[in-house]
């Protein structure tokens, strides 16, 4: 159980799965985190680009799965570990807390499941870039930077196989849902990261699942905005008193951790108004803004998303299509210097294992279960 300071010890029976998980070389690894009976989280390594987090709720035999991961393999190792943290419960409802692709790829792989998101979540999917172009990019990726910061962050996954599979039930802005004995409330707070993020709280846990509304040491990626109302629903969500943060990426979390998360939200923006305001370009504005207080996180290119959202919000010229923002990303990352964290490399929980020693290209596929 989290303790009151927000920083949730881990739980007694958890279980790391390792092992590589696509065409060029070893994957993060997966934990397994025991939050409260019948609820559990599932870590993917240092939570960067593409290595997301999935929850479980589970109860007298069903079970709710709080998004699903970024290729079939890892999926499938995902699918292992639930069976492993709840052997006699079923998956009878799959939540997409948005649909990016490291949240619901791998949908597919559960048929029999309701698959629910919000109706703006559903809406948006035209936005999303299509599983089908992942192979295409890795293949054929574009000159100069943007092509060596997609080989770097994402040619290491195996995207074969996936057939987009839509949610099967959608609701505006709150659906309550019973798990065997626990109620689950589910929350559309957005437009925040994307344009109908949901969230999955369970009270009798104090837990909330908070998808892509939290990257725990990292900075955010913004698809919509405005950012400002993403601020807000930090607070909304540190306002229902749970005591542990299940983010979208990276380790368990605390209020206080979602509050430091807003903080920054509301800096980037008030820099970027003022920037915006002042007609300063985007390009110009995003490699200015001071981000000291937050040195500790990587992937500080990111910050371009969140500077273009607030451009967009108050009329100034910015892109919104994300391969346009990877591209800006990349090139900020090529002038720093920034070889961050990804592929294969654990910063935070190092645990070296035969599985993380392999050679390049010597991946065993979707066997890492
Ligand atoms: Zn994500």
């Known amino acids: 159980m989290a303790d009151i300071q927000g920083s949730p010890a881990p739980g007694t029976n958890d279980t790391t799965h390792d092992g590589p998980t696509g065409p060029t070389g070893p994957g993060q690894p997966l934990r397994t985190e025991t939050i409260a009976p019948g609820v559990f989280a599932f ?53 997409n807390t948005h ?22 979540n559903a809406a948006g999917i035209d936005h999303e870039v299509p599983p089908a172009l992942y192979p295409q990019l890795q293949q054929n990726p574009p000159a100069g930077p943007a092509g060596e910061y997609f080989t770097h962050h994402f ?18 802005d709150r659906l309550d849902l019973r798990v065997g004995d626990l109620d689950v409330e589910l929350l559309n707070v957005g437009p925040a990261h994307t344009g109908g993020d949901v969230v999955v709280h369970v009270p009798e846990a104090s837990t909330v699942f908070l998808g892509d509304i939290l990257f725990q040491d990292d900075h955010p990626v913004v698809w919509a905005g405005p950012v400002l109302a993403w601020a807000d629903a930090c607070d909304r969500l540190i306002a ?16 206080a951790d979602l509050a430091r998360f807003r903080d920054y939200l509301r800096h980037v923006h008030e820099e970027a108004a003022r920037a915006a305001a002042a007609g300063v370009p985007l390009a110009t504005a995003a490699r200015a803004i001071p981000l000291d207080a937050y040195a500790d996180w990587p992937l500080s290119e990111r910050v371009v998303a969140t500077v273009a959202a607030v451009y967009r919000e108050v009329g100034a010229p910015a892109p919104a299509a994300p391969l346009e923002l990877l591209t800006m990303m990349a090139e900020i990352a090529a002038e720093r210097g920034a070889r961050p964290s990804g592929s294969g490399r654990l910063p935070h929980q190092g645990r070296a294992t035969h599985e993380d020693a392999r050679e390049p290209g010597a991946a065993r596929g979707d066997t890492a279960e």
């Not at 692709?101 to 048929?111: E, M």
């Not at 040619?155 to 505006?172: C, K, L, Q, V, W």
């Open 43 to 95: 870590i993917q390594g240092d939570g960067s680009w593409g290595w997301s987090n999935a929850g479980l709720v589970a109860s007298r035999g069903e079970a709710l799965l709080v998004d699903t991961f970024y290729t079939l393999p890892l999926t499938r190792r995902l699918r292992a570990a639930v069976a492993e943290a709840a052997p006699d419960a079923r998956v009878t409802t799959v939540v």
């Open 99 to 120: 649909l990016n692709g490291d949240h619901c790829h791998g949908n597919q792989l559960f048929p029999d499941a309701e698959i629910i998101t919000s109706d703006a």
């Open 155 to 172: 040619g290491h996954f195996d995207f074969s196989g996936i057939e987009f599979t839509p949610p099967t039930r959608t609701f505006r």
């Open 240 to 255: 229902t008193g749970a005591r542990t943060f299940v983010p979208g990426h990276g380790r368990l979390a605390g209020p």
